[in-house]
């Protein structure tokens, strides 16, 4: 449809051109633009502790109006959408006033539970709405404690007090920043500390030191597991210590997350065989450390022949054992 032309007499009379103009405006969306579907580009915190309510927070597009959730793989998770935090303002200076922060379509607070008993692992996460559903993004059940970073903790005065076990989850954003988190432990704990960024496709080379109270350098580690580092640490004797993250290169950015699994805990270096046939039980040597003397597993229940996945599908991976 031609509505008018500034070089040449219009072929729709100047009345009939505003007429249909407020007739397009006015069409409801479905006969009008088709609706947009929703989109998700990032999820943030991506790891819930089974047994928990946690809210996440969704950006992506159009998510304004999303009918509901889909969780796809194991069971055990339900979402519904969270209300805004009650303390979310944005100072904004040059409009000289507070406005709520978080109103936009492009922002979704969800309240996630995950019931006790679910099995631990990865799920795939869509929203739907009228127009259609999203491409998934990756929600992760753990057994651990989840803990965000809360900034300032970038030297060992304002280091994050942490209590193990625990999985820290933070991002090193600006250049030449380094991540501190202060614990108590006791003498002869051989304590975990097992950073996964490189393996979750981060652009962060991990660097991760432990210091003593004093922040004299204990233990540093570069690269173990890919460019992840990880430092297993027997306690000299009890006290304060201070775990220190930063990126080998000082290199930065919002996408340089990292996830330190941090604790008395058991890890794996190796296991063998390295896998068995649906439906088959093994023998499983293990080598790792915190075992508990456990070298052998008799009973390694894999997936029948109708579900494929092991039951206890990390003992085949190795680095932290998160529970089964
Ligand atoms: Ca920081
Ligand atoms: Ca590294």
């Not at 609706?35 to 928990?52: A, L, N, Y």
């Not at 300032?152 to 600006?174: S, W, Y």
């Not at 540093?220 to 027997?234: A, Q």
């Amino acid at each position: 449809m031609i509505l008018g032309c500034a070089s040449s007499k219009p072929l729709v009379p100047r009345g009939l051109q505003i007429a249909l103009l407020a007739a397009i405006i006015a069409l409801p969306p479905s006969l009008g633009l088709s609706q947009p579907i929703p989109k998700i580009t990032s999820v943030s915190p991506d790891w819930i502790e089974r047994g928990t309510t946690s809210v996440v927070t969704l950006e992506g597009e159009n998510l304004r109006e999303i009918a509901g959730f889909i969780f796809s793989g194991d069971g055990g998770l339900t979402a519904t959408n969270a209300p805004p935090p009650v303390y979310s303002a944005t100072l904004e200076s040059n409009r000289g006033g507070i406005v709520p922060a978080g109103d936009d379509e492009k922002t979704l607070r969800v309240s996630v539970t995950v019931t006790p008993d679910t099995p631990l692992g990865a799920r795939e996460l869509r929203v739907f709405a009228p127009a259609g559903v999203s491409e998934p993004v990756i929600v992760n059940v753990d057994f651990l404690r989840q803990l965000m970073e809360a900034e300032p903790n970038n030297d060992t005065n304002h280091a994050q007090l942490v209590e193990l076990p625990t999985a820290v989850n933070g991002v090193i954003k600006e250049a030449a920043e380094s991540d501190f988190f202060r614990f108590k432990a006791r003498k002869d704990q051989r304590l975990i500390f097992d950073v996964d960024a490189f393996r979750s496709g981060s652009p962060l080379d991990s660097s991760l030191a432990l210091l003593d109270a004093a922040g004299k350098e204990l233990a540093r580690s570069e690269d173990v597991n890919g460019l992840d580092s990880l430092i297993e640490f027997i306690v000299p004797e009890d006290g304060e210590f201070f775990l220190q993250i930063r990126d080998f290169r000082y290199k930065s950015g919002k996408d340089y997350k990292y996830r330190i699994v941090s604790g008395e805990l058991p890890y794996l270096d190796s296991v063998f065989p390295f896998g068995a046939r649906r439906g088959q039980s093994v023998e499983v040597a293990l080598r790792g450390r915190n075992l508990d003397g456990l070298s052998k597993m008799k009973e390694c229940a894999l997936g029948s022949a109708g579900n494929p996945r092991p039951h206890n599908q990390r003992l085949f991976q190795s680095g932290s054992v998160r529970g089964g």
